[in-house]
């Protein structure tokens, strides 16, 4: 979720219910550290605790000491990610690669682990490819090099995002070790957490792609889960009012400028189910000033509040 849960994002989340967030992932090679792309990754100012701060690499002493630093600077769980399928952290031996190497994961495992005084999870797939699925393995071999927990993905890192996430590995997982076990892939409803959950024993939900445009699925997720009902829709208003915070938020995190950059992708998430929502994406794309697009999603809420108002 690189370019996607950044502090306004994370922020907003644990508003809605969810109840870890994790920071965006971050290159282990610290050398890489004085961009301004990381120096925005690591800011975790006023963040709810635990903070949470996600790494990626393939050297495991490099990872260790990536680990240590980021403790040193608040982090409270560090998060190793070997579950990112994207070809260019594949193609440096990170990520879902490094499920190929099981020698070279206890190798990383047993480096972090023993850099940091905090607890250290990881992400997985449920393997490289079909052919290769051996995350009841590493998942062992993780409980055995002191992971502390366990998000797994329903999908090897052959498959991307394609096809449907399966749980059967996941299941396996979980009744392979002892600690907790998050479950990932697919979750997009409060009835599919539930049936992810029953079906695998998993001890919670991960979500990342439905949460884009819809972060109040948290509180439907857990309301569903503590009273059996679905939550109504968040009314227009809410959905104006959470996004225009948001707006407001990403403006003044990154920068008006680089922060309306940003902003059109969250705002085309948002309104992707909203009438006229496509043809408004073209026009708020065009829009380079902060000021400009409160401006435009505002006309643009007023004329859906005026569509419902004639229909109702």
Known sequence: MAGVTDLPFRHLCRRMGAGLVVAEMLTADHRLWHTRKSQLRMVHADEPEPRMVQIAGGDPQMLAEAARLNAERGAQIIDINMGCPAKKVCNKAAGSALLKDEALVADILNAVVQAVDVPVTLKIRTGWCQDSRNGVTVARLAESCGIAALAVHGRTRADGFRGEAEYDTLAAIKA????????????????????????????????????????????????????GKLLSPPPLAEVRQLLLEHLAALHAFYGKEQGARIARKHVGWYLAQQPGGQNFRKEFNTIDSAEQQVEALSKYFNHLSEITEVAA
């Open 176 to 227: 392979a070790v002892s600690i907790p076990v998050f479950a990932n892939g697919d979750i997009d409803s409060p009835a599919k957490a539930a049936a992810v959950l029953a079906h695998t024993g998993a001890d919670a939900v991960m979500i990342g792609r439905a949460a884009q445009g819809r972060p109040w699925i948290f509180r439907e997720i857990d309301h569903y889960l503590r009273e």
